[in-house]
């Protein structure tokens, strides 16, 4: 692999780095928000913001959401963002960050990890299905106006 990868929480002084990575996914945040959001997720009892660091460089970021149920026994865990660097993509970072987001839920007593991953995202929908990911096809979204 060649990488000395180690993960870590994401903190506010990653928050360029996560930027970058959340650009490449489509998502152009304000840098202001964008701090404010990994203030309120560190602060947030059932958030939790991990990153990949490699030589002092964030080459990836997962965001999770740790979900109360109340019908079934274990709580479940929502990857709400999850993205390597694309120049380090194929190195076991995404695997990694992963697992990791896999032994976080099941310490919490999760009894599955959800997420959604829009069509156009081929390439992510290998990588889930061969984390262990199975589909679920119908997703529902109302969204609120502020």
Known sequence: MGLTMEIRPGEVTDS???AAL?????????PDLLTQNIRN??????ATLLVAVDADTVVGV???HFIPQLALKGDFCRIS???VSPGTRGQGIGMALEAAATALAQARGCDRIEVHCHARRELAHQFYAGQGY????????KPLTR
């Open 16 to 18: 360029e780095a996560i």
């Open 22 to 30: 959340l650009a490449d996914l489509g998502y152009f945040v304000d």
């Open 41 to 46: 997720q560190q602060q947030h009892p059932d």
């Open 62 to 64: 997962i965001s999770l």
């Open 81 to 83: 963002y999850f993205c």
């Open 134 to 141: 199975t589909e679920s096809p119908k997703y529902l979204i």
